[in-house]
């Protein structure tokens, strides 16, 4: 428990163990005798004599926050150092278990430094864009940096507004418990359940289908016939992984796709163009930037690759579909040493057939088509909270519609996720840490682990806005500073055209700083 303002006049958390629950029925309820076999026994009272909130292990705490994934970590580093009593909910026996469960090959796609978690630069040696472990490592430092002690292997079954207070259900290994606070940040991510799509005579194929998210690597299918489906970014990487690996591999692009480098000239990464022109109008910035892509990377429909209609952010916000930031994949396409097919009609034994007609032969077929962020799974009267897709309207505020719920982590505009991220959270912790109304506290509130995680010893709550441990803050810094370069799209007083899945209406400011929801990219 991190703690700091109190629940009323309570201090910190307040846990409620099953097993004391025959300590607290009452004097009336006294073990009675009976007899068994000859021999007399207790029997405690029954479970319908005690009441049903001292049944369960309950937790009472000021903010619940769920998933420790980036956007957790983010907004936990920043209650932490604001002193403000909270839980964080993690149903991995790890932090950033999603960075931890992709293929290994998978790198950053944004670059390093401007990818960062709030007051936590990237260690020095670390690769313009990180691998994998790189990023785990990172996240795994902030963790420790900030004390932050998660509740592993709690996965929230049940979210809901009980009066004034949200209400979680958790189930795993500690059982089943309950965990109750007047506030709550869901940062379950948008990439919380893949998404599977179907084709007629798919359950005959021969071969195997399985999802990015359980792809590892490609050193078993060596001298296999592989097609990944789906053009974005992680699907291209893993095309370049199995080519390396010795696979005959193709690739199955299902839409008229746009195309980057992911940097410009070799040496401007891509994102930078994101955040400079950000805060343009979509149209305006497509005008711009699309005919510099254009030369870059040249007309590419000879390869079974199509440009939309649209420019990249008008459909970027349409859709959700971001551009293909290219590593190298496209040079393979050129040489021939890739194979592009059109959308799959069917499967038929160990062949697929394709939209043009053609047929082909594949051992595995790997789905890079993306994820559902799925909140339906756990999250009571969700359908109020989120737009067609599936995602918030509303993010890195309090949702209007909800009092007391924030969600954090599921926008992924071509700033870059983390970058957007660090904004939310500091955002979010300030709001919430303005609202708490007593100073923070040490706890000693007993836990499962007869601890209290994450305590806090501030004898006063300091305001989230600032940095842990020191002094003025560098307005310089868009993640951390409450003056904001308007550079950055995601600080700019105009809408950013980056951002994707934007729904309902959109304020006209930053993308990263607007309660109206917005798009998301890996």
């Known amino acids: 428990m991190h703690a700091g303002a109190g629940i009323g006049s309570s201090i910190g958390t307040r846990r409620f163990l099953a097993r004391d ?19 007399g026994r207790l029997r405690l009272p029954l479970a319908r004599e005690v ?40 149903r991995a026996p790890k932090v950033a278990s999603r960075w931890r469960d992709h293929y290994e090959r998978l790198h950053l796609h944004t670059f390093r430094d401007l990818s960062r978690l709030p007051d936590h630069p990237w260690p020095l040696g670390v690769a313009a864009y990180p691998s994998r472990d790189q990023v785990v490592a990172y996240f795994e430092e902030h963790a420790r940096k900030n004390t932050l002690r998660p509740r592993f292997e709690r996965e929230v079954t049940s979210l809901r507004r009980e009066g004034a207070r949200w209400v979680a259900t958790t189930r795993g290994p500690h059982g089943d418990e309950r965990w109750s606070a007047p506030r709550v940040v869901v940062a379950t991510g948008y990439n919380r359940v893949p998404n599977r799509p179907r084709w007629p005579g798919d359950e005959g194929f021969a071969g195997r289908v399985m999802h990015a998210a359980e792809y590892r690597n490609g050193r078993e299918w060596l001298g296999k016939r592989a097609l990944v489906v789906g053009s974005g970014n992680s699907g291209a990487e893993i095309v370049l992984d199995l080519f390396e690996h010795g696979a005959t591999t193709a690739m199955c692009v299902r839409h008229p796709t746009h195309v980057s480098p992911r940097d410009l000239f070799g040496v401007i990464p891509t994102q930078v163009l994101g955040l400079g022109l950000g805060w343009l109008p979509p149209k305006l910035f497509d005008r711009l930037a699309l005919p510099m892509t254009k030369r870059l990377v040249g007309d590419l429909s000879a390869y079974g690759i199509t440009r939309p209609e649209r420019g990249p952010m008008e459909l970027l916000q349409a859709t959700g579909r971001v551009p293909l930031l290219d590593i190298g994949t496209v040079e393979l396409i050129r040489q021939g040493r890739v194979t592009v097919y059109p959308g799959i009609e069917r499967f038929d034994g160990a062949e697929l057939v394709f939209v043009d007609g053609r047929r082909a032969a594949f051992d595995v077929v790997v789905l890079a088509t993306g994820y559902h962020a799925a909140l339906e799974g756990f ?16 993010f890195g505020e309090e949702h209007p519609d909800a009092p007391g719920l924030y969600f954090v982590g599921y926008r ?16 979010v912790a300030k709001s919430i840490a303005d609202a708490a109304t007593t100073p923070a506290t040490t706890t000693t509130a007993t836990t499962s682990s007869g601890t209290t995680p994450n305590a806090t010893t501030s004898g ?22 409450g003056k904001k370069p308007a550079a950055d799209p995601a600080d700019s007083g105009k809408k950013s055209a980056a951002d994707p899945a934007d729904s309902g209406k959109k304020s006209a400011a930053d993308p990263a700083d607007s309660g109206k929801k917005k798009g998301a990219r890996t």
């Open 51 to 90: 009441d049903h909130s001292l049944r369960v292990n309950e937790t009472a705490t000021d903010v619940l926050v769920i998933g420790a994934g980036p956007s957790g970590l983010a907004v936990g580093g920043r209650l932490k150092q604001a002193g403000v009593a909270f839980e964080l909910l993690e």
């Open 379 to 394: 999250l009571d009267g969700v359908e109020r909270l989120v737009d067609g897709k599936g995602h918030p309207t509303a």
């Open 412 to 427: 992924n505009p071509p700033t870059g996720a983390i970058h957007d991220i660090a904004k939310e959270a500091v955002r």
């Open 460 to 481: 006063a709550k300091r305001s989230a806005a600032d940095p842990a441990d020191s002094g003025k803050k560098p307005a310089a810094d868009p993640a951390d500073s």
């Open 21 to 39: 629950a025959h300590r607290v029925v009452g004097a009336h309820a006294q073990p009675e005798r009976r007899q068994s076999a000859g021999r």
